[in-house]
């Protein structure tokens, strides 16, 4: 069976300092990839996704990107930290066919100080 | 453009039906689903429904679609204290796979 993993689950990290997100799946090949963003009392905002290796797209301008090393792992990073990147950070996967349903990681709660 | 909204709360008895409401835009969504967060963890598929339905139903949950209206609802039977969380609405437009959520609706069950 499928299983996602993502870490940390709780980050604390000051205003300017980097951030590495990492989440990566198993038991399945090719998927497509999605970094999503949940803001404090508010809905999931897709970030990036990927449909394949080194084939990252970007949904909002902002101060993240995201890289996609391997089949199934996908990274989200930061060179600085704003305060405006807090939030709940949710990897999720998908097959490749159309309309396929979105599973997703456990998250990580991250707090810019 | 793609908006979904959702009413942000909804508080209901134990063992009464909860009923939590969402509109969305895009009439080219071939799905629409439900997904389930509760407290400190990350999504969960409660359910979908394909576009040419009008409803589905799995056990306990209910779900109607209203495709003229772009309506979407989710009923809980015999709701339980285990039900408490967020629920989220999502579409998919264009038949992407970059589904759209709504903002959440958070559902408190009281005894």
């Known amino acids: 069976s499928q299983t996602i993993h993502q870490w940390p689950a709780t980050l604390v990290q000051p205003v300017g300092s980097p951030l590495s997100l990492e989440c990566t799946v198993e038991g399945t090949s090719n998927p497509n990839l999605y970094w999503y963003r949940q803001a404090a009392g508010r809905g999931l905002q897709l970030l990036f996704y990927s449909v394949g290796i080194g084939q990252i797209s970007s949904e909002v301008p902002q101060n993240l990107s995201a890289s996609r090393p391997q089949d199934r792992q996908f990274i989200l990073s930061s060179k600085k930290l704003l305060l405006s990147d807090s939030g709940f950070y949710l990897c999720a996967w998908s097959g490749q066919s159309t309309n396929e349903k979105l599973f997703f990681g456990s998250g990580t709660q991250l707090s810019v100080l | 453009g793609e908006d979904v909204e959702q009413s942000l709360f909804l508080s209901v008895r134990e063992g009464d039906s909860s009923v939590i409401n969402c509109t969305y835009t895009d009439s080219s969504s071939t799905y629409l689903y439900w997904y389930k967060q509760e407290p400190g963890a990350g999504l969960q598929l409660l359910t979908y429904i394909f576009s040419n339905m009008d409803m589905k139903q799995d056990q306990r949950l209910t779900v109607l679609l209203n495709k003229k209206d772009k309506h979407l609802s989710l009923r809980i039977a015999d709701t339980q204290t285990g039900d408490s969380a967020i629920y989220f609405c999502?579409?998919?437009?264009?038949?992407?796979?970059?589904?759209?959520f709504g903002a959440g609706t958070r559902l408190a069950v009281h005894p």
């Open positions: 999502a579409e998919s437009p264009g038949g992407y796979n970059k589904l759209i």
